[in-house]
């Protein structure tokens, strides 16, 4: 009966240990669900590209009306944006480039929009002396 009790003893032994080492798992487990919890109630983060500014593709249309803006030193109009840029005045071309630069303002970056259809830069802050529609419109309009 000797070598039966041994037995028996060393099966008791691994059973006590995997017993313990089931236990620890379900520890483990119930830790990981805890920091999961704990994870979830954080608020998102801002991908790095959209808290940092992002440099504007060189030579693209938005990155020469950023040039632009930057020369001028003040919001510009749409069309005095426009005719810097070469591009004819007309609708498909005023809406395609408020468009483009709108989505920047709208997320807060590079460009701001100091009244309608006006450009400007974040760094030019609120300047008073942003052009009107009235400023834009040419000499002979409505004659």
């Known amino acids: 009966m000797g070598v039966r009790e041994g037995l028996q003893r060393l099966i008791d032994k691994k059973e006590a240990e995997i017993e313990r080492l089931e236990q620890e798992i379900r520890d483990a487990r119930v830790y990981v669900q805890a920091i999961q919890d704990s994870f979830k109630l954080l608020p998102k983060e801002q991908p790095l590209d959209s808290i ?7 030579g693209s249309i938005v990155s020469q009306v950023q040039k632009f803006l930057e020369q001028s030193g003040k919001p510009q109009h749409i069309s005095a944006i426009l005719t810097f840029l070469g591009k004819t005045q007309d609708k498909k071309n005023r809406v395609s480039l408020s468009g483009s630069l709108g989505g920047y303002v709208k997320d807060g970056r590079i460009f701001t929009r100091p009244a309608p259809n006006t450009f400007g830069l974040i760094e030019f802050g609120d300047q008073e002396d942003s052009p009107s529609a009235l400023d834009q419109l040419p000499v002979n309009f409505g004659q």
């Open 52 to 58: 940092t500014p992002r440099e504007l593709r060189p």
